[in-house]
């Protein structure tokens, strides 16, 4: 709305203008227009500032000087103070403008950025996307290995008697938050496969590590669903077999924890 009235405002200014300088802006409008276009695109603000109120004056004085030298009228006179006026009022609407584009732009990029950043995560829990999870997979595996590190997968199956999309939408949920609750945040991975599958990647540890993640995971699922055995099961997967794990479009059925 700001940009769009400050557009129109410039625009009149222009066509008054031209209105004042017999139907077309002569050389010297052009001129202190241009330079203060180009004085706007450099600088800070205060040198921007300081930058126009230079050429209003400059041009101000120019046209003291050319009336008095030329023994203008005083209609030429009122006229040369319209022009000064208006070339003022237009070079400010510019600053004003560009000032605002450039705040627009700046929004627009700052937006962009926390897109991205979102969309790294799955919906709005704190499960990465496939494409992140495996991007960041594969900058910390070849870490790992240069250290002898091992990982570990473990991949949870959520075993619905229903499948109510409402249900699964809901078990998912609460599976995925407790999964999050059962991993290290500063160095372990999920991301969902399916609707009903989780991947969660174990940075630097064994087959014990991953059932001590299973068994916290179990423990916090118990709570939530009021069941001895939670609707899940859960399998551990070696680093060199997760590839064909990523690639399977039925549940898995392995160890339960």
């Not at 208006?86 to 627009?108: C, F, P």
Request: proline share 2%; charged share 20%.
């Amino acid at each position: 709305m700001q940009l769009r009235m400050l557009l129109s405002f410039l625009l009149l200014s222009f066509m008054a203008l031209s209105f004042t300088t017999s139907s077309s802006i002569p050389l010297i409008d052009g001129l202190i227009l241009l330079l203060a276009i180009l004085s706007i695109h450099t600088g800070s603000f205060t040198r921007q500032f300081i930058t126009l109120l230079s050429l209003s004056l400059a041009f101000g004085f120019f046209l003291l000087f050319y009336a008095l030298f030329t023994h203008a009228s005083l209609t030429e006179q009122v006229n040369y103070l319209l022009r000064h006026i208006l070339v003022t009022v237009s070079m400010v609407l510019i600053w004003l403008t560009y000032g605002i584009t450039s705040r627009y732009r700046t929004e627009n990029i700052a937006l962009k950025e926390k897109i991205q950043t979102l969309e790294k995560y799955a919906g709005s829990s704190q499960l990465l996307t496939l494409a992140e999870f495996k991007s960041r997979v594969k900058l910390i595996s070849t870490g790992t290995r240069r250290r002898n590190e091992q990982n570990y997968y473990v991949l949870v199956s959520i075993v619905t008697p229903d499948k109510k999309s409402e249900t699964t939408v809901s078990t998912s949920h609460i599976v995925s938050e407790g999964i999050l609750g059962s991993i290290r945040a500063e160095f372990d991975l999920v991301t969902q496969v399916k609707g009903e599958q989780f991947l969660i990647f174990l940075q630097n540890t064994n087959e014990s590590g991953c059932h001590i993640v299973i068994d916290r995971l179990m423990g916090k699922l118990r709570e939530q669903f009021n069941l001895i055995d939670p609707p899940l099961i859960c399998k551990i997967i070696e680093e060199d077999k997760i590839e064909s794990i990523l690639e399977m479009n039925t549940p898995s059925k392995g160890v339960a924890g």
